[in-house]
């Protein structure tokens, strides 16, 4: 009980309630949708370039919307969320409708479920992270990436039992029920005055920004590079795999988010990338081991654990200090979806590439990766660790006090 009450505590509940249900309910729609989307497009008995035209609008849509709504959702957040979460459910819904005889009506539904996934994506984490002090939010991502995890899970059981059409339904009811959430637990929240925006220009001359964003852009460009070698790889067994990694997302995101809080954002990413290069060594020299799958399945789900919990949703809200932060989001989000297209590309030639050499290289980047942050700046302010770590001596001194105090009696 006692552990519960410091959790309650820390979490602050009743003042961050919507913005965890908010940032949860919509990484869980945009990851599940996503593969729902692929399912359909893979499905409609098109051309392959035609497949790759509709992903390739897809993410242009995301891209091209998240830009547009930095720009105009800060005027009126609270509101402009609440209609996303409505839009999200309309154009999740709409995807049932994507027929297979007609591209042009395909290219109208697929840009409006993109759209709909990117225009509102900065504003949400923008507005957990103005909501959320800087000394507990790497914490409450972890909570929140924790609950992706295993919603994200329960959704995949879904599918076992559900239909394609029903799945979807399902993801519209839990999108809607979101936004009905957030919109109660807002009733009496103001709209917060509008912050200073920095310029994308002004962004990019940061060498902090730049420090985290070249490992981080590598990362993500390796990991859809990677995707399709990976799956051929595990076969049949890759979907077993992919539940043991969410599962220990799950349950790794809020002790990484925990950590970020007490050692810093720098530790916690650097051991993210340090496991991802191991696991990635351990697969191009043991490819046969059915041990060394479930090792990569571990580390993997301890580095996503980590990172999810830190660099999606904590650093470029830390890197944002007291500015308006739509657009760091956009810089480190699109960072993240972008090179999702490479995973469509690809695919295709997945027969042709050598997995020793795809896993040795991953490796090396990912070692690579290591070096600017080895350089960046801490993202945690040095006086929040220095409080916490006063706090501790004196709990600690306290317990020795009381300690010495019965032995005197």
């Given at each position: 009980?006692?552990?519960?009450?410091?959790?309650?505590?820390?979490?602050?509940?009743?003042?961050?309630?919507?913005?965890?249900?908010?940032?949860?309910?919509?990484?869980?729609?945009?990851?599940?949708?996503?593969?729902?989307?692929?399912?359909?497009?893979?499905?409609?008995?098109?051309?392959?370039?035609?497949?790759?035209?509709?992903?390739?609008?897809?993410?242009?849509?995301?891209?091209?919307?998240?830009?547009?709504?930095?720009?105009?959702?800060?005027?009126?957040?609270?509101?402009?969320?609440?209609?996303?979460?409505?839009?999200?459910?309309?154009?999740?819904?709409?995807?049932?409708?994507?027929?297979?005889?007609?591209?042009?009506?395909?290219?109208?539904?697929?840009?409006?479920?993109?759209?709909?996934?990117?225009?509102?994506?900065?504003?949400?984490?923008?507005?957990?992270?103005?909501?959320?002090?800087?000394?507990?939010?790497?914490?409450?991502?972890?909570?929140?990436?924790?609950?992706?995890?295993?919603?994200?899970?329960?959704?995949?059981?879904?599918?076992?039992?559900?239909?394609?059409?029903?799945?979807?339904?399902?993801?519209?009811?839990?999108?809607?029920?979101?936004?009905?959430?957030?919109?109660?637990?807002?009733?009496?929240?103001?709209?917060?005055?509008?912050?200073?925006?920095?310029?994308?220009?002004?962004?990019?001359?940061?060498?902090?920004?730049?420090?985290?964003?070249?490992?981080?852009a590598l990362f993500c460009l390796l990991n859809y590079a990677e995707a399709p070698v990976v799956e051929s790889?595990?076969?049949?067994?890759?979907?077993?795999?992919?539940?043991?990694?969410?599962?220990?997302?799950?349950?790794?995101?809020?002790?990484?988010?925990?950590?970020?809080?007490?050692?810093?954002?720098?530790?916690?990413?650097?051991?993210?990338?340090?496991?991802?290069?191991?696991?990635?060594?351990?697969?191009?020299?043991?490819?046969?081991?059915?041990?060394?799958?479930?090792?990569?399945?571990?580390?993997?789900?301890?580095?996503?654990?980590?990172?999810?919990?830190?660099?999606?949703?904590?650093?470029?809200?830390?890197?944002?200090?007291?500015?308006?932060?739509?657009?760091?989001?956009?810089?480190?989000?699109?960072?993240?979806?972008?090179?999702?297209?490479?995973?469509?590309?690809?695919?295709?030639?997945?027969?042709?590439?050598?997995?020793?050499?795809?896993?040795?290289?991953?490796?090396?980047?990912?070692?690579?990766?290591?070096?600017?942050?080895?350089?960046?700046?801490?993202?945690?302010?040095?006086?929040?660790?220095?409080?916490?770590?006063?706090?501790?001596?004196?709990?600690?001194?306290?317990?020795?006090?009381?300690?010495?105090?019965?032995?005197?009696?």
């Amino acid at each position: 009980m006692g552990l519960v009450k410091k959790i309650r505590a820390k979490i602050a509940w009743g003042a961050v309630a919507p913005e965890v249900i908010m940032v949860t309910n919509s990484f869980v729609w945009i990851i599940f949708t996503f593969s729902i989307l692929g399912a359909i497009i893979n499905n409609m008995g098109i051309h392959e370039i035609e497949k790759t035209i509709l992903f390739l609008i897809f993410f242009m849509a995301v891209g091209v919307s998240a830009v547009f709504g930095a720009k105009f959702f800060p005027r009126a957040r609270i509101r402009s969320l609440q209609a996303w979460f409505l839009t999200g459910a309309i154009a999740t819904y709409l995807l049932t409708f994507v027929p297979n005889n007609s591209m042009i009506v395909a290219f109208v539904l697929i840009s409006f479920y993109g759209a709909s996934v990117g225009i509102g994506l900065p504003s949400c984490l923008s507005y957990f992270a103005e909501s959320v002090n800087v000394e507990k939010r790497g914490f409450i991502s972890g909570i929140i990436w924790s609950g992706v995890g295993f919603f994200i899970l329960f959704f995949a059981f879904l599918t076992t039992i559900l239909t394609q059409w029903a799945t979807i339904v399902a993801i519209v009811i839990w999108r809607f029920s979101g936004g009905i959430a957030f919109i109660l637990l807002n009733r009496k929240k103001e709209e917060s005055t509008i912050r200073e925006s920095p310029s994308y220009f002004e962004i990019f001359r940061k060498r902090e920004v730049l420090l985290y964003l070249f490992p981080w852009a590598l990362f993500c460009l390796l990991n859809y590079a990677e995707a399709p070698v990976v799956e051929s790889f595990f076969g049949p067994d890759f979907v077993f795999f992919q539940i043991i990694v969410w599962s220990i997302v799950g349950f790794v995101a809020t002790i990484g988010g925990f950590i970020a809080d007490i050692k810093g954002r720098k530790a916690v990413v650097i051991a993210g990338f340090l496991m991802l290069g191991i696991e990635y060594a351990a697969v191009s020299i043991l490819q046969n081991s059915e041990a060394t799958m479930y090792f990569f399945s571990v580390l993997d789900g301890i580095s996503w654990g980590l990172l999810s919990s830190v660099f999606l949703t904590t650093i470029w809200g830390d890197l944002g200090e007291n500015h308006e932060k739509e657009k760091y989001y956009v810089v480190g989000g699109l960072t993240f979806f972008l090179p999702g297209f490479l995973s469509e590309l690809i695919a295709y030639y997945v027969g042709v590439i050598s997995t020793t050499l795809a896993f040795s290289l991953a490796s090396f980047f990912l070692f690579l990766a290591v070096l600017p942050l080895v350089y960046a700046p801490e993202t945690l302010p040095e006086i929040k660790i220095r409080e916490r770590h006063i706090k501790t001596y004196l709990k600690k001194a306290q317990i020795v006090k009381e300690k010495h105090t019965l032995t005197n009696k």
